[in-house]
C-alpha cells in the first residue's frame, strides 16, 4: 500500500493560498505591505501616547478625553469624506493624509523628546490627527474594492485588511513597552513618523485602472443626504451600522482604561500595559486569520451573534480579574470577537452595497464604528472616577449582553434583507449572492 505522504502539504498550501489570495492583485499587496508597516508605528505611537498622558496627569478622565478629541472629528467629518470618495481619486487623497500624519507623528516626536510636552500638547495634537483620519479612514475602507483584480475576492480582503490593523496591535503594543521603558516615549512618536513612508511609497507605487469618478453637479450636503436616505431605506445596512455603533460605544472603549487596570488594579507599569493591548490584539489578529480562512461570507450572521455574547462574557472576567494571565485570556476573547463582530458587519456592508455610494457608506460605517466611541471614552472614563474601572467595565460586558439579545430578534431580518438588496448591488449571478441567502 503507497503511503500519499504529500496529502497534508496540499491541504496546508490550499489553506494559505486561500486565506491569502486577495494578494494575488498587486495593488493590494502594495496597500497590505505599505499599511502593515505603518500600523505597526500607529499603534506604538497610540500606546506612548495613552501612557505618557496618564504619566503626566495620572487622570482617567483625561485618557477619555485623549479618545474624545481623537475621534470626535471622525463624527464630524466622515460624511464629507465620504462624498469626496466618490466624486474623487482616493488613492491621491491618501497619499495626502498620509503626508499630514506623518508632519504630527513628527511633531510629537519633536516637543516630547525636546522635554516641554505637556497634557495639552498631546489633547491637541490628538485632536489634528483625528481631523485627518476623519479623512483617510473612509476612504481607505473604500479603496479596497478599487485594489481587486477579481472582486469576488472582496471579502478576503475585508479580513485581511483587519489582520493588518490587528496584527500590528499584537506588535505595536508590545514593542512600545519596551522602547518607553528603555528610551522613553518621543522614540515610538519618531519611529511612527518615519514609518508613513512605506504606506506613502506603496500609494505612489500603485497603477489604479478606472478610477475616475462620475462628474456630479449637486452640492456635498445633496449627496451626504443621499448617502444617508440609502442607508435608512436599506433594511441590513441600517440594521448593521446600529449594531456597529452600539458595540463601539459600549464594547470597544476598553482601551481607554487598560492603563488604569496595568496600574491600580494588575499593579504593573509600562510592560503591563504593553502586554494587556497585544492580548486584545492577539484575539483580534486571529480573528481576522479566521475570517480570511473561511471559502465564502455564509453563516456570518449566526456567527456575529454567537461571538455578541461571548464578547459581553470577556468583559466581565476580564473587570473582575487581579491576575496577570487570567486578565490577558479574557482580552483575547475580547479582541477575537470584537473583531469578528466588526469586521463581518464590514464584510456584509460592503458586499450588498451600491458601487456609486460606497464611499458615502463607509463613511458612515467608519462614523458608527470610530465615531460614537469618543463619547463612550469620555463617560467610561468619567464613570471610572466615581465607581472604579472594574465595575466600569462590568458594566459594559452587561450592555453588550443586551445587544447581543437585541441582534438574535434583529437577524432574520438581516439575512433576508441582505438577500434583497445584494441583487439590487449586482450580484445576482455571482457566487456572493448564493452566499448572501446563507447568511
Not at 503591563?272 to 486569520?289: C, E, I, K, P
Not at 459581553?312 to 494571565?325: E, Q
Not at 479582541?335 to 456592508?349: D, E, P, Q, Y
Not at 432574520?412 to 452566499?435: F, I
Amino acid at each position: 500500500m503507497q503511503i500519499r505522504s504529500n496529502e497534508p502539504s496540499r491541504f496546508y498550501y490550499s489553506a494559505v493560498t486561500r486565506t491569502f489570495r486577495s494578494l494575488g492583485s498587486r495593488n493590494y499587496r502594495l496597500f497590505f505591505t505599505g499599511q502593515g508597516v505603518s500600523l505597526i508605528g500607529t499603534w506604538m505611537q497610540n500606546v506612548a501616547l495613552n501612557w505618557l498622558l496618564f504619566r503626566i496627569t495620572g487622570s482617567p478622565f483625561m485618557l477619555g478625553a485623549a479618545t474624545f478629541a481623537g475621534q470626535i472629528p471622525i463624527f464630524l467629518l466622515a460624511p464629507v469624506s465620504g462624498v469626496i470618495g466618490d466624486r474623487f481619486d482616493r488613492r491621491k487623497i491618501l497619499i495626502a493624509v498620509q503626508c499630514a500624519s506623518m508632519i504630527q507623528a513628527f511633531i510629537l516626536a519633536g516637543i516630547t523628546l525636546a522635554g516641554f510636552v505637556q497634557a495639552w500638547h498631546l489633547l491637541l495634537l490628538t485632536f489634528f490627527l483625528g481631523v485627518i483620519n476623519a479623512f483617510e479612514l473612509p476612504i481607505r475602507q473604500a479603496l479596497v474594492f478599487d485594489l481587486l483584480d477579481d472582486k469576488r475576492d472582496l471579502p478576503n480582503a475585508i479580513a485581511l485588511n483587519s489582520s493588518l490593523f490587528n496584527g500590528s496591535r499584537l506588535i505595536g503594543p508590545a514593542v512600545a513597552g519596551l522602547i518607553v521603558a528603555l528610551a522613553g516615549e518621543g522614540v515610538c512618536f519618531l519611529i511612527n513618523a518615519v514609518s508613513y513612508l512605506a504606506s506613502i511609497s506603496a500609494f505612489i507605487a500603485m497603477k489604479i485602472r478606472n478610477t475616475s469618478r462620475e462628474k456630479k453637479e449637486s452640492r456635498v450636503l445633496a449627496d451626504i443626504k443621499e448617502g444617508i436616505r440609502y442607508a435608512a431605506e436599506s433594511t441590513p445596512v441600517k440594521e448593521l451600522l446600529i449594531l456597529i455603533a452600539l458595540i463601539s460605544f459600549f464594547g470597544l472603549t476598553f482601551p481607554v482604561l487598560l492603563p488604569v487596570f496595568a496600574s491600580e488594579v494588575l499593579h504593573g507599569d509600562s510592560h503591563t500595559f504593553g502586554f494587556l493591548v497585544s492580548s486584545a490584539g492577539a484575539g483580534a489578529f486571529t480573528a481576522t486569520l479566521y475570517l480570511a480562512s473561511r471559502n465564502s461570507i455564509r453563516g456570518l450572521g449566526r456567527i456575529v451573534n454567537i461571538s455578541l455574547y461571548a464578547l459581553s462574557a470577556g468583559f466581565i472576567i476580564f473587570s473582575f480579574s487581579a491576575i496577570l494571565y487570567l486578565s490577558m485570556a479574557a482580552l483575547f476573547v475580547v479582541g477575537f470577537t470584537s473583531i469578528v463582530v466588526i469586521a463581518s458587519c464590514n464584510t456584509i456592508l460592503q458586499t450588498v452595497v451600491d458601487e456609486s455610494k460606497r464611499g458615502r457608506v463607509m463613511s458612515l460605517y467608519v462614523m458608527a464604528f470610530t465615531g460614537t466611541a469618543p463619547v463612550g471614552g469620555l463617560i467610561a472614563g468619567s464613570i471610572s472616577e466615581v465607581a472604579g474601572a472594574p465595575v466600569t467595565l462590568a458594566a459594559c460586558g452587561l450592555c453588550c449582553f443586551a445587544i447581543a439579545v437585541l441582534f438574535t430578534a434583529m437577524l432574520p431580518c438581516v439575512m433576508r434583507s441582505s438577500t434583497s438588496l445584494s441583487v439590487n448591488a449586482g450580484y445576482k449571478r455571482e457566487p456572493l449572492h448564493a452566499d448572501i441567502e446563507k447568511l
